[in-house]
């Protein structure tokens, strides 16, 4: 995910396929743990930050940046991106995540701007848990599980299938004006 090379290569590879890129959805996302553990800021190995903001922010930026020449020589564009809550709201350890997924709302917010003019649209979303493999393995289990049901009024975890509807709306004509947003899709257990 952050080999400038391999990026440029597939996305031109991509195009000549399909005669361009219309869409960018970054949706890759890793949490590392250390020895099964939210590592704190103390306890984080560079190894492990480093690793973190390559795959989680640094990756989109490159695609994005191989993305754009595409989507302006066609005049339309959507790039979008899977952030998360944790980029608004603090958590106990994780840090090198939240920073990467803090990373990634602004870049958006000053991509929007920048590509805005050229009919492209950049946004965000933020999910909260969804239950997914990253998610399968996450620290305390089934209490965790139960705390995150409590905090959500909807009453469930999130599920791929509400990403996916809210990437289908964002890389729709019908989210023509919707740009630079961050869009919560959490049940209500963030409501900034």
Known sequence: MADPQAIRATIAAVAADFGGIDILVNCAGILPRVNGEN?????????????????????P?????ACVPW???????????ISSRAARMRTFGNAHYSASKSGLSGLHRILAGEVGPHGITVNCIA????????????????????????????????????????????ASDSAGFVN????????GSFMP
């Open 71 to 81: 989507m302006k020589r066609g005049g339309w564009g959507r790039i979008i991106t």
């Open 61 to 65: 930026f490159l695609m994005a940046q």
């Open 127 to 170: 999910p909260s848990r969804v239950e997914t493999e990253l998610n399968k393995g996450m620290v305390g289990g089934a209490a965790t599980l139960q705390a995150a049901l409590k905090e959500t009024p909807v009453g469930r975890i999130g599920q791929p299938e509400d990403i996916a509807a809210a990437v289908a709306y964002l």
């Open 39 to 59: 590592p704190t800021v103390e306890t984080m190995p560079l190894e492990i930050w480093n690793q973190t903001l390559a795959v989680n922010l640094t990756g």
């Open 180 to 187: 630079g947003a961050i869009l919560d899709i959490t049940g």
